[in-house]
């Protein structure tokens, strides 16, 4: 399993950005990928999480209203689009992928710890 993110890069506040994660190496069609980031210092925060199963999604409170997630399921490409951008939205973003309970439904689904499988990170640097 392989996930590619990309997408990030500088913006100033209130501006946009928007993070794709193409995900191959797999034939399985029920899963969920989710987006974390990780500011210096602090620990892996989920931001948010898509389901190819039952279409479920779900954010962190500190991003709703302001980013959305979506997929191309031809492509397994699952995209966050950042608008209103912050500067404590700085930070690495990774996507991840996980097949044992493929639904966003529940506040756990973005627990950092129920995916196995990581991308590399893409920066996002929020600055004026």
């Known amino acids: 399993v392989q996930l590619q993110a990309s997408g990030g890069g500088l913006a100033q506040p209130g501006n946009s950005l928007r993070l794709s994660c193409a995900a191959s190496?797999?034939?399985?069609?029920?899963?969920?990928i989710g987006w974390f980031r990780q500011a210096p210092g602090k620990g892996r925060e989920g931001v948010s999480c898509?389901?190819?199963?039952?279409?479920?999604?779900r954010y962190t409170d500190s991003v709703k209203g302001r980013f959305s997630t979506s997929r191309d399921s031809t492509k397994k490409t699952v995209y966050l689009q950042l608008n209103s951008l912050k500067p404590e939205d700085t930070g690495m973003y990774y996507c991840?992928?996980?097949?044992?309970?493929?639904?966003?439904?529940?506040?756990?689904?973005?627990?950092?710890?129920?995916?196995?499988?990581w991308g590399q990170g893409t920066q996002v640097t929020v600055s004026s």
């Open positions: 991840a992928i996980q097949f044992h309970l493929p639904t966003c439904m529940f506040e756990r689904s973005i627990t950092p710890e129920r995916y196995k499988h």
């Open positions: 190496g797999f034939t399985a069609e029920d899963y969920a």
């Open positions: 898509i389901s190819s199963t039952d279409d479920s999604i």
